[in-house]
């Protein structure tokens, strides 16, 4: 092994160069291309999380392409090698970027798929068994795996929802082009894909563009953390470095022309182009803008503009988030000063906090409804985007009364007011909540008085919190309003909300944090009823069930009990049952039952902790045959009979009279 770790006398040395065809071996299934320059202390994390990947190691195939580096990232590449088979080091003088080390491996490998891993980031342990199979199953061309940001360094997309057919429309897989993921090689190889070589910065876009548009399949599996992208601690991640704007911006140019030329115009390429403006097109706009003299600035802005003028349409401007919108429209107005402006402010300190006005909310960008700089309102508008960000920490039963607690806001401009809402057959109810300066709230429905102080309706409800913001501009119309007589009804009256939403509640901890035991309940004049609170599937929404005739969520699932008769005819019975909620007046029975008869015991009960309850019966003597058991449960206009298990579970408690 030379000490030279540049190796400029033999680019491709591998410390097993027959691995890649030794007799006998099976050609692996993946091959895993490593780009490296410089990257000396990371790859112990890099590789290292390849070879311990769970998929058999005779199915994985490793190149690392040294592309010139001089921290000694060669020799530690020769030394791997020499103890991992299915490691192959290439080594080649620098290229100025990552393209040409990864077309290197694509045109060495031998996987039926290929996966790029950048050297400085790493694999979760199970990510290539994974991707792999979700491949094979769906006869997948390319396989997304989540994606986690770490060290500083934010996931590009979030990945939440495992698919194994996913569209580049209506998905966010496009807004992810890097190389890392899966992709069919033999797909890579029949399309001719290869990567841009001798870019230090989007030299993946075309590559990425281009499999994503020609795929037939393309899956995610976002049920695992597949890809860890790691922040550099030294700040040298590529997409960081500062460069040539105007020609980075020439060469944007070019790849959107062929994005333009494989999707006609409307909504399809306004998708795309959304996506473009905020990863390339207006990238550079922001602390390296500043940072340049007017000559620069002016450069800058001509090299973007041709971009904005063929591909910035009313959908995709009304798509961008305000700071974005503005930068847009300055550039494509020539409002140079403005632009500035904008940029200066979300380089600086952050905007202040919204403007809500006439039942929207705008960003507190430069020069809103300035009259020497007359920029639309709608530039500003961030209304459709605001959701509400919100927890719901803990929910229990007291007495009849259900207690919610969680915190909540919206996203930007804060909130006042909260209350819960309850959903059905459009219907609602609202159940006020209290709303504390930090954020957190509580509420108490209770479904005897939440329906303007009368009884809900029984049925099912989906569980809502509506959060409200009013902000200064409302408040202080509210201070100024009239008092006194002459106010009229509107006295004391909150401000009309400049900006509301409403979220499912989704119980922190999910069914295995929540009571979903069925109980009963006060329901005002027409005495109990059952109530059961359940989650939706698959989203997990919060719904409270009211049901009077108690079929859809009967009682009584814990009822267990024993039975015997000797052959005088002597009987006894006992069951216990938890019965939460159950008033300490109703009245337990037990009863008898075959096709055609009912008999009551007299039963004592005896009330336990936890609402559990211990019922028996007695019966001296009784009409002969098989008798079916169970509890009558009477509570005001409540009354229902629950079937008795036997004590194992295993059916039906009956009971055998001679």
Known sequence: MSDNPTHPTSPDRSAHPEAAARPGRPAPTVTVIVPVHNTRRYLDRSLGSIFAQTLDPDRIEVIAVDDGSTDGSGAWLDAAAATHPRLTVVHQPPSGGAGKPRNVGLDRARGDYV???DSDDHLGPEALARLTRMAEEHDSDVVYGRIVGTEGRGAPVDL????PRVSIFDSPVYWSLA????????FIERHRLRFVEGRLLAEDLPFGIAALLRADTVSVLADYDCYYLHGRDDDSNASRQDMDWPAYLAYIDTVLADVAAAVPPGPDRDTLMVRHFHGEILMPFAAPYLARDEAGRRAMREAARPLVDRYLTDRVLAALPPG?????HCLRAGLDAELTAVVRADTGRPPGPPHLQDGRAYAAYPHFRDPDHPLPDALYDLTARIGVQQRLTDLQWVGGVLH???SATLRAVGADRVEVVLHRSGAHVAVPATYGPDGTWHAALDPATASHGTPMADGIWGLKIAVAAHGAEAEAADAS???GPDAGDAAGAPPPAAVRREAWLVPEGGAAATDTAPRVVSHGPDGPTVAALFLSSPHGHLHLDLD????????GADLRGAAACARTGRATVAAGVTLPGC???AGLQFVLRDATRCVALRTTVERAAGDRYQARARLRSGPSGTWRVALRLTAGGLRRELPVQSADGTGPLTLRVP
Not at 179 to 186: M, V
């Open 481 to 483: 309003a009239p008092a």
């Open 179 to 186: 190389a890392y993921k899966l992709f069919r090689r033999s």
């Open 324 to 328: 974005l919108r503005l930068r847009a």
């Open 583 to 585: 008033p300490v007046d």
């Open 160 to 163: 939440r929802t495992t698919n």
């Open 548 to 555: 009077h005739d108690g079929a859809r969520r009967p009682l």
């Open 404 to 406: 919610l607690h969680g």
């Open 115 to 117: 996966f790029f891993l």
